[in-house]
């Protein structure tokens, strides 16, 4: 395939698959209608005869070149399995190009300071389980660090005091940055404000840019009420103190934070069953169980990879 590849993607031998797909043709004719001197035409038809696309054989005083259609409807079958596999995950491409068009438009209201104070995303999920187990996952770290990330990325580093006043961290990387060598994606810090186990919880967290200072602040309002299949669960975010760099990072707060919450809504419907995430596992009982160099301390405040 890599061959058949190298070989197609010269546009002089694409010109000649092109011309060998209407008919057989000797070289001296297939030069003519490429427009291009003949030894270089042999030369390319011996490089598309390496990668098995064409065939040729000798006639009298000349030789005559077929395209061979098989490499090339297998090509083709190996292209479509790849653009059918993007179609399946999960939209990808489209989340993709919504965050790309939502981006633009936020840059160019970015003109100065403060430019997004007072904007507010809502968010509401139903979830399975108690309030009591929800409250767990909304604050306990090695809990938190199995969904609190956009699609795509992995918390790499939390911190989470459920308490008045307490410090909230939250580093998270690349997905597939198994080894942490690649640059850090994002960093967060911040401190929670309100707190009342199981009903609601309220804190600060402001996106760090590249020199340190505050993108902006989000002030996030969760509110927890049990419902006949487990529990409600209304989130206010309300921006203050923006920057006009902090256009990025309020793009994506609406995709980013409802694809975390989705993920949250998938660990609890199947923390009877065996989790897709390694790692951390919530067992049947609601205990969290780390692994693989994952570690939580006793008073499941901290979580880190390192």
Do not use: C
């Amino acid at each position: 395939m890599d061959a058949l590849l190298a070989a197609l993607a010269d546009p002089a031998r694409w010109k000649l698959v092109r011309l060998l797909a209407e008919q057989p043709r000797s070289v001296g004719v297939l030069a003519q209608l490429a427009a291009a001197r003949q030894p270089q035409t042999t030369k390319h038809l011996q490089t598309l005869e390496r990668a098995g696309v064409v065939t040729s054989q000798r006639t009298g005083q000349r030789r005559v070149y077929a395209l061979q259609p098989g490499p090339l409807r297998e090509l083709a079958a190996a292209l479509g399995q790849l653009a059918d596999a993007a179609d399946r995950v999960s939209g990808s491409g489209t989340t993709y190009d919504r965050y790309g068009l939502t981006m633009n438009a936020e840059r160019l209201a970015a003109t100065e300071a403060g430019w997004a104070d007072g904007r507010s995303f809502r968010f509401h999920r139903s979830l399975t389980g108690r309030p009591e187990k929800v409250w767990r996952h909304l604050t306990e770290a090695g809990l938190l660090a199995r969904w609190w990330t956009p699609d795509g990325l992995r918390v790499s580093e939390l911190v989470f005091e459920a308490r008045r006043g307490g410090q909230i961290v939250q580093e998270y990387r690349d997905a597939e940055d198994a080894d942490d060598s690649d640059l850090i994606v994002g960093r967060a810090e911040g401190a929670v404000e309100q707190v009342r186990p199981g009903e609601h919880l309220a804190y600060r967290l402001s996106p760090l840019l590249p020199d340190g200072r505050p993108a902006f602040t989000a002030h996030v309002d969760m509110g927890l009420r049990p419902t006949e299949t487990g529990t409600g669960l209304d989130v206010r975010w309300r921006i203050t103190g923006s920057t006009v760099e902090s256009a990025d990072f309020v793009a994506g707060i609406e995709i980013g934070f409802g694809q975390s919450l989705d993920r949250l809504a998938a660990i609890l419907a199947g923390s009877t069953h065996a989790t897709d995430s390694p790692g951390n596992t919530d067992s049947p009982d609601g205990t969290d169980n780390t692994e693989n160099g994952e570690n939580a301390d006793s008073s499941d405040n901290t979580w880190s990879t390192k």
